[in-house]
């Protein structure tokens, strides 16, 4: 598949690529704690590191990143590699297990906690900071809750729901505060895995990643399924665009430990941090 470049591999569980305001390019390594800044040249070199498992990535408005782990909670990481706790516990508990996260246009971040669900145990949940730094939890009982996003409008909210291959959908009321759940999508086909993370492009189409089999998937914004995108690797697990203009997207893959660049044809719907 000669449309796909390859800019880094041997990054064990590769995930979260993120591209900061000034075109830096980041992905963490999980197994070990690692935030990642992979440089034009193929080099890469450690920003931070959490000392946990840290998973997704978003950069905001004062170009720092902000990173779901696994193992620790919600931080924000500076340009200079300082790390800085964000949410640690919740209703006086540690939270549990911060897989992925997404601003809405006014900087609320939205994030799944899946740890410790499975398909028989499905406990994974779903949260909202909002900017004043109030916590809430949206939802819970998900089968691993995985990737998520929140439509141009701020009106719709997505959560991807790894063991069943659904797409659930919420209206949002307000920041931090949602209703009328639904099933949204189902991801076609009958391989193994089910979705990882997810993005939408400036059109409202939601490009889902579907874990386990070679592909991401394209859903149309009323989530009928428009078309697959075939991949060289099956266990991909992440998507992001390289900028605000761009019409690339660099996926993340964890057959190989990569993160590759593949020319979509559409500008990704415009990011809080980037805006």
């Known amino acids: 598949m000669e449309d796909f470049k390859c800019l880094i591999q041997g990054i064990d569980g590769a995930e979260g690529p993120c591209v900061s305001r000034d075109g830096r390019l980041f992905m963490v390594g999980p197994s070990e704690g690692r935030i990642i800044e992979v440089l034009p040249d ?8 959490t000392g946990g498992i840290p998973a997704g990535l978003q950069i905001d408005r004062n170009n720092d990143l902000w990173l779901a782990d696994m193992k620790l909670g919600i931080f924000r990481i500076g340009m200079d590699g300082m790390i800085y706790p964000e949410v640690t516990s919740f209703e006086d508990e540690p939270i549990r297990g911060c897989n992925d996260c997404y601003f809405d246009s006014a900087g609320n971040l939205y994030w799944t906690a899946p740890a410790g669900s499975s398909g028989d145990k499905p406990i994974g949940e779903v949260y909202c900071r909002l900017t004043d730094g109030t916590v809430r939890r949206l ?3 998900y089968a691993f809750s ?10 719709t909210l997505i959560v991807a729901e790894t063991f069943t291959k659904r797409l659930y959908a919420f209206d949002i009321v307000e920041p931090g505060v949602v209703t009328n759940k639904r099933i949204w999508a189902v991801l076609p086909g009958d391989k193994q895995g089910g979705p990882d993370g997810i993005d939408f492009d400036a059109s409202g189409r939601l490009l889902a990643t579907h874990f386990g089999s070679s592909a991401i998937e394209i859903f149309e914004p009323d989530g009928t399924h428009a078309r697959s995108i075939e991949l060289p690797f099956e266990q991909v697990t992440n998507v992001h665009w390289t900028g605000p203009d761009s019409t690339t997207i660099i996926i993340t ?8 660049q593949y020319e979509y044809g559409e500008r990704g719907q415009l990011q809080f941090g980037l805006g």
């Open 42 to 49: 193929g080099d890469s070199f450690d920003l931070a590191n």
């Open 139 to 141: 939802d819970s009982g």
């Open 146 to 155: 995985n990737g998520l996003a929140v439509t141009a409008d701020d009106k």
């Open 253 to 260: 893959e964890m057959s190989n430990g990569g993160l590759w």
